[in-house]
């Protein structure tokens, strides 16, 4: 269970005890003294490759700060949709829609809707459940073979149409997301996006808001690269394998319910910034729920924060 902070989009976990709402204040118990977010700072112009942790102990505009600590992740495994980017309702679903449209099958999906057809894992997998549910347009084809092939078409023109959003950056990243990322690659933290998105899509996401630079260092694991997708944990234990890292030694960001349960199932540390369509999702589970990572000087937590997570496990 978590501490919740009324006057702070923070939630801090309590070593799973019983959840307490505070009306302005945070206090947490000796042995969680710990559990506290630091700031940072750049130390060099060349934010890649130099990242200096700097702290102090505070409590500012409802974040609490901290001294850094001195374990950090070895990995820090991101999902894309929702974490780099809010990118689905005026992306994905515009997408989507656009796609249905060319196509001629009479199919648009509406905010709220597209909404409950995020609980489905992957583009496809979202598409054949609800056509499936619904029924098939009439100038879909009838065998499931046929059909699996249909799908896949309709998906590829939709990553073609959203690519074009991406790359004319109409869609921009998440505040923190380049600060952590910074940090983390300056400290020598392995970094990855694992998503359930079409591997392209992620990719173009990495490469044209984050820059080639950073591209360069981030590994991808999206799309079908894993047979099942979130909330399986397979995709984020192929992560760890690839990267040559302990799960236990992994800080997951994630921004929904089945993202947070598949980092759970690895074995891994999660931390949830809530996005436009998961705000009111469940995540009692989580290590910690922010509303964004956040920049300076309304920044929720940075690197040395997710270490602290990591120390806190070690000791308890």
């Given at each position: 269970?978590a501490?919740?902070v009324?006057?702070?989009p923070?939630?801090?976990?309590?070593?799973?005890?019983?959840?307490?709402?505070?009306?302005?204040?945070?206090?947490l118990?000796?042995?969680?003294?710990s559990?506290?977010?630091?700031?940072?700072?750049?130390s060099?112009?060349?934010?890649?490759?130099?990242?200096?942790?700097?702290?102090?102990?505070?409590?500012?505009?409802?974040?609490?700060?901290?001294?850094?600590?001195?374990?950090?992740?070895?990995?820090?495994?991101?999902?894309?949709?929702?974490?780099?980017?809010?990118t689905?309702?005026?992306?994905?679903?515009?997408?989507?829609?656009?796609?249905?449209?060319?196509?001629?099958?009479?199919?648009?999906?509406?905010?709220?809707?597209?909404?409950?057809?995020?609980k489905?894992?992957?583009?496809?997998?979202?598409?054949?459940?609800?056509?499936?549910?619904?029924?098939?347009?009439?100038?879909?084809?009838?065998?499931e073979?046929?059909?699996?092939?249909?799908?896949?078409?309709?998906?590829?023109?939709?990553?073609e149409?959203?690519?074009?959003?991406?790359?004319?950056?109409?869609?921009?990243?998440?505040?923190?997301?380049?600060?952590?990322?910074?940090?983390?690659?300056?400290?020598?933290?392995?970094v990855?996006?694992?998503?359930?998105?079409?591997e392209?899509a992620?990719?173009?996401i990495?490469?044209?808001?984050?820059?080639?630079e950073?591209?360069e260092?981030?590994?991808?694991?999206?799309?079908?690269?894993?047979?099942?997708?979130?909330?399986?944990?397979?995709?984020?234990?192929?992560a760890?394998?690839?990267?040559?890292?302990?799960p236990?030694?992994?800080?997951?960001?994630?921004?929904?319910?089945?993202?947070?349960?598949?980092?759970?199932?690895?074995?891994?540390?999660?931390?949830?910034?809530?996005?436009?369509?998961?705000?009111?999702?469940?995540?009692?589970?989580?290590?910690a729920?922010?509303?964004?990572?956040?920049?300076?000087?309304?920044?929720?937590f940075?690197?040395?924060?997710?270490?602290?997570?990591?120390?806190?496990?070690?000791?308890?």
């Amino acid at each position: 269970m978590a501490l919740r902070v009324s006057s702070s989009p923070a939630i801090f976990p309590s070593q799973r005890r019983a959840a307490s709402i505070l009306p302005s204040t945070l206090t947490l118990p000796n042995n969680n003294s710990s559990l506290l977010s630091s700031s940072s700072a750049i130390s060099s112009n060349d934010r890649t490759k130099s990242v200096t942790l700097r702290s102090k102990t505070s409590r500012r505009n409802g974040v609490v700060t901290c001294s850094a600590s001195s374990v950090l992740p070895k990995a820090l495994l991101f999902d894309c949709d929702g974490v780099l980017v809010d990118t689905e309702k005026d992306g994905h679903r515009i997408s989507f829609n656009d796609t249905f449209a060319e196509k001629e099958l009479g199919v648009t999906w509406d905010v709220d809707l597209y909404g409950e057809l995020l609980k489905i894992g992957g583009g496809k997998e979202r598409m054949t459940a609800y056509f499936n549910k619904v029924g098939w347009p009439e100038n879909a084809p009838k065998t499931e073979e046929e059909r699996k092939e249909f799908i896949a078409g309709l998906h590829k023109r939709k990553t073609e149409l959203f690519m074009v959003l991406i790359e004319k950056k109409l869609l921009p990243l998440r505040p923190g997301v380049e600060k952590l990322i910074d940090q983390a690659l300056g400290n020598g933290v392995k970094v990855a996006v694992c998503s359930t998105s079409n591997e392209k899509a992620v990719s173009a996401i990495v490469s044209c808001l984050l820059g080639p630079e950073r591209a360069e260092q981030i590994q991808i694991f999206a799309g079908d690269v894993v047979p099942r997708k979130k909330p399986d944990p397979a995709i984020y234990l192929l992560a760890a394998d690839t990267l040559g890292v302990d799960p236990s030694s992994c800080v997951v960001v994630e921004d929904s319910g089945i993202g947070l349960a598949a980092a759970k199932a690895a074995g891994m540390t999660c931390i949830v910034t809530k996005s436009g369509y998961t705000a009111d999702e469940n995540f009692s589970n989580a290590d910690a729920v922010f509303d964004c990572i956040g920049d300076p000087p309304e920044e929720r937590f940075d690197l040395a924060f997710c270490g602290s997570l990591l120390e806190k496990q070690y000791v308890s």
